[in-house]
């Protein structure tokens, strides 16, 4: 046996083998061993049969290595089932609550004997039914076990003699194990890796790693080489400072290249990987740089920026700004070191910089700026087990001030050269922030001060610039100057009595009222904000603080019946520009404009005759607010023009999704407008007019189904399925949630619904509930459409990202499949015939959705499949109960399942993965926490009548406790690495 160790061992390599012991157990001590344990059990086992039944250990071998990573890797290998039948194993680990030392050895135990294969062979002949016991330890582990044998395991028979220094041995034992030895094998361990890092650093040093970034095919090969230099070279250069900036000039070359590189998926043996894209690799070559920043801050920023300048987009720009934060950001440790330096060097090298190289990376020296205008100082500290954050406020300096003063003078220049209000916008927030306090309290007088100065410094220059400013963009800082002027003008009094500090506040009072003086010039902007204003100031803001928004909703909606007053014929053109002025406002939803909506329907009630007028020319940007006019016109007297005017609409094909949208709240609601507009929208494939039509059908149902059904809806959805567009599924905030049209559909046309959504990628909200809302009266249908979309899963031109069932389900489909589970079984049997494969992940998981408890009468119905089926139906049941996590609801039916099962079916594995199970664990321990537990639950099954029961709970009770040695070992390695990389001791609880 030692020689076949020895040799496969050799043959295979990589392996740090110390040697492999072979021995056979001695007479004497087998004789003692053999009296001891019959004594124990009341029996003669020197004289009885049996002898290598009752010792199983009568040869052995020992196989040492010097690292646990090597016994793992004999372990994980082939080596012992490739050469050897494995009888049994056996894996000898201490638990984590162990105290005596006999419980602390350590080592892996295979019951082997040769394969039919070598015993054909004349030399080995002779030992066919001889079995040998193979041991795998580390040299530390063999120390510790050889000095254990001949202590603790022959320990002599004491009576009144030496009791107390024997427990003293065996607390020094374990002393040994805990304290030294175990991280002594860690350290072996890490010392071994690092060992192996440094080697393949050093190759990859002497093959030009760097180079092999610039050089790469693609951006996959790209990507590869990026990630092998950041960790396998970089971390291991003696001092970078020399090589730093041949490594940028690397980087640059690699960032430019890989834009010009093709892009080809990454293929691995379960299917195509998305390709690394630039950005990808941008966004490595950035973090390499941010990591390495402070090795030359002056390179750094000046690779960033021409980095930044040659980015195509925002997508590739993102990682570079980020890098670029976190040089100009400030870190405690520096701070500790150097104070401000950092900053000042940032913005000393962006000064630097010519105008039209500010123009060109405005956003990132933006950003930049904003970073060294903050006030806190920020970085962490960590253990193995925990991160701690600090935070606290910048030292007050001259070298502070003086930083201050350039940065924020720096960003007013860039304001006169932005382009767009997004980036003046972030100019101005980069402004503020250096008007900002840092979190809690702690900063001294000279902070207040420049906090204070920063306050005046920006309302001042607001109050200038604040007239050429878009309506947009000046609401957003009249908050904010109004926000300054309640904190400036309630200061504490002890603060007020600071140096400088009356004046500063008296500063600030007067920049305000400047800032109100120009804003206030524009009647025009008062105008707007009343009509789309949204978190802005009105002017009884400036006078109270309760002037909240109950108060300005009511203070908008007389301003609004005032302009609405104020509306004729005579000004139709000056309020026609004011409404499309209003109308351009940027908004990712309407959300921004309930007031003006108001306003204009307000406004066609009252004057139907300037509203029909805007309406007879409307174009972009109002067609979106034609259904506020039409609601207010169809409550004046010009209702019959307004209904005239919107069936020529129609007829032209002009406005179609408006006005289906304004038949969502109409009163009276005109069916006859909204088949119409469905007619001529499907005729003209206007899309997303059809879906309009379809929400608004589903809103409506329920206060006027009339024809909605067979007008609306069906011809829509036909038109829709023709065109494989599911979209309505999405379309109208809750629609489908109260599907009461759908419910109303019978058999024929909620069949021609579910046909219509059968390939949909995935069974998402909308979808759901439009599915739930078949299943209350045709649930077979349902089941039904799950099966197909099972085997839409299973083909090879499924749809892209198409999961065939929900990976969570909504309560309501729950809750109508889950009052069908005879059904369900039924529909399920049919999908495993046809998928087994994926089966467990189809409908499996299905079921395990729709029955998450597993109630007692399903549990009921999967024991009579099995008490009643054959192996097959064992294997179905099987495979449904590995949707439940090893939940211990499904013991009955496990239970069931294994008293069906003849030892060794094949099935019983799949039964024994359903109890393993995990879902989600957490800590190091988790999973030994969760086998502990299921190991609790387990052993109660050794009290089970049946036969097959107990014997597989034995078997699994077995596989348990070698999975809780194997976790403890990779949690206690994991902990145990954390530590040493944090110098701590690798073996302290």
């Not at 402070?294 to 980095?307: I, K």
């Not at 009509?531 to 909703?553: D, I, N, T």
């Not at 007019?689 to 069906?714: C, E, K, N, W, Y």
């Not at 800590?923 to 029961?949: K, P």
Request: glycine share 6%.
């Amino acid at each position: 046996m030692a020689t076949i160790l020895r040799s496969a061992i050799g043959a295979a390599g990589g392996y740090r083998l110390q040697q492999v012991r072979s021995r056979a157990k001695g007479a004497a001590s087998l004789r003692k061993k053999l009296e001891k344990r019959g004594a124990e059990r009341g029996v003669d086992l020197v004289a009885a049969d049996g002898l290598e039944e009752e010792i199983k250990d009568l040869a052995g071998c020992r196989v040492i290595f010097y690292t646990n990573s090597d016994v793992s890797q004999l372990i994980n290998s082939g080596i012992i089932p490739e050469n050897f039948e494995i009888l049994e194993t056996k894996l000898h680990h201490p638990r984590r609550e162990a105290e005596d030392a006999a419980e602390l050895y350590i080592s892996n135990h295979y019951l082997v004997r040769l394969r039919q294969g070598r015993l054909a062979l004349p030399e080995y002949a002779t030992f066919a039914g001889m079995r040998c016991e193979i041991q795998i330890q580390t040299i530390l582990n063999h120390a510790w076990a050889e000095m254990a044998h001949d202590t603790i395991y022959k320990e002599p028979e004491l009576d009144s003699f030496g009791t107390r220094a024997l427990a003293s041995i065996k607390e020094r034992m374990a002393k040994i194990s805990r304290k030294y030895l175990v991280p002594a094998g860690y350290e072996f361990a890490k010392v071994a890796a690092d060992f192996e890092r440094l080697i393949k650093g050093e190759e990859l040093f002497k093959g030009e790693a760097l180079q092999a970034i610039v050089d790469a095919a693609d951006n996959n090969e790209r990507m590869e080489a990026l990630e092998t230099f950041a960790e396998s070279v970089l971390p291991l250069y003696d001092d970078l400072s020399p090589e730093f900036p041949s490594i940028l000039e690397a980087l640059r070359d690699a960032a430019a290249r890989s834009q010009e590189a093709g892009t080809k998926p990454i293929s691995t043996p379960y299917g195509d990987l998305p390709a690394k894209t630039p950005e990808d690799v941008l966004r490595r070559i950035a973090k390499i740089i941010g990591d390495y920043r402070y090795v030359d801050p002056d390179a750094a920023l000046d690779t960033l920026l021409d980095l930044y300048a040659g980015a195509r987009d925002e997508e590739e720009r993102k990682p570079i700004v980020e890098a670029a934060r976190r040089l100009a950001k400030h870190e405690l440790e520096v701070w500790r070191r150097a104070g401000p330096a950092a900053q000042i060097l940032v913005v000393d090298a962006l000064a630097r910089l010519n105008e039209s190289e500010r123009k060109d990376t405005l956003s990132l020296v933006t950003a930049m700026l904003e970073e060294t205008l903050g006030t806190e100082v920020s970085g962490s500290t960590s253990t193995s087990g925990t991160i701690t954050l600090h935070r606290g406020p910048v030292r007050a300096s001259s070298e502070l001030t003086a930083m201050r003063a350039k940065a924020t003078g720096m960003l007013r220049s860039l304001y006169a050269i932005a382009e767009s209000d997004a980036e003046r916008r972030s100019i101005l927030s980069a402004l503020d922030s250096a008007t900002r306090p840092p979190s809690g309290s702690g900063y001294g007088p000279d902070l207040v001060a420049d906090l204070m100065e920063s306050v005046a410094v920006l309302i001042e220059f607001e109050a200038e610039i604040v007239g050429g400013m878009s309506w947009e963009l000046r609401q957003t800082q009249e908050t904010k100057v109004l926000r300054h002027a309640r904190i400036h003008s309630n200061l504490p009094e002890d603060l007020v009595k600071l140096p400088g500090v009356a004046s500063l506040q008296k500063r600030i009072a007067e920049a305000v009222a400047s800032f109100r003086q120009a804003v206030d010039a524009d009647a025009e902007y008062a105008i707007y904000k009343v009509l789309v204003g949204f978190e802005v100031v009105y002017p009884p803001s400036w006078e109270s603080e309760r002037f909240g928004y109950k108060e300005q909703q009511a203070y908008r909606e007389a301003e609004i019946e005032t302009m609405v007053a104020g509306l004729s014929s005579e000004n139709s053109d000056e309020w026609h520009a004011r409404i499309v002025r209003c109308a351009s406002t940027q908004s990712n939803d309407l959300a921004t404009f309930p007031m003006f909506s108001r306003f204009l329907e307000r406004a066609a009630e009252e004057q139907p005759a300037v509203v029909l007028g805007w309406l007879e020319e409307v174009g972009d940007p109002l067609p979106r607010f034609i259904p506020s006019m039409l609601r207010g016109l169809q409550k004046s007297p010009r209702a019959a023009d307004a209904r005239a005017l919107v069936i020529q609409w129609i007829d032209d094909g002009s406005w179609l999704g408006e006005i289906a949208w304004s038949e969502r709240h109409s009163d009276p609601f005109d069916e006859l407008i909204l088949d119409a507009v469905t007619n001529k929208a499907i005729a003209d494939d206007d899309r997303d007019a059809v879906r309009t039509a379809m929400s608004v059908a589903g809103t409506r149902f329920a206060d006027h189904p009339g024809t909605l059904i067979d007008q609306v809806f069906m011809p829509a959805l036909r038109h829709m399925a023709a065109k494989d567009d599911a979209s309505w599924l999405g379309r109208g905030f809750s629609t489908w949630y109260h599907a009461e049209l759908i419910e109303a559909l019978d058999e024929e046309q909620a069949s021609e619904t579910l046909s219509a959504i059968v390939s949909v990628p995935e069974i998402d909200h909308g979808a759901a509930h439009v599915v739930a809302a078949i299943a209350k009266r045709w649930h077979q249908m349902v089941l039904d459409f799950f099966g197909t979309r099972q085997d839409i899963g299973d083909s090879d031109d499924r749809p892209a990202s198409f999961s065939a069932v929900p990976f969570s389900i909504e309560d309501v489909l729950q809750t109508a499949l889950a009052a069908y589970p005879e059904d369900f079984l039924a529909s399920a049997r049919k999908w495993f015939d046809g998928h087994r494969d994926l089966f467990e992940y189809y409908g499996g998981r299905l079921f395990a959705r729709v029955f998450p408890d597993l109630p007692d009468a399903v549990a009921e119905l999967l024991k009579d499949i099995i008490a009643g089926g054959d192996r097959d139906d064992i294997a179905f049941v099987a495979a449904l109960l590995n949707g439940f996590e090893g939940s211990e609801r499904i013991d009955p039916v496990v239970r069931a399942a294994i008293a069906q099962l003849d030892t060794g079916d094949e099935i019983l594995q799949s039964v024994g993965r359903a109890l393993l199970q995990s879902g989600v664990v957490t800590g190091e321990y988790g999973f030994v926490e969760r086998h502990e537990q299921q190991l609790e639950r387990v052993r109660t099954w050794l009290a089970d009548e049946n036969e097959r029961v107990r014997a597989f709970a034995e078997e699994h009770i077995r596989y348990l406790e070698r999975a809780i040695a194997a976790e403890t070992r990779r949690a206690e390695a994991s902990l145990a690495a954390r530590r040493l990389e944090f110098g701590e001791d690798p073996a302290e609880e």
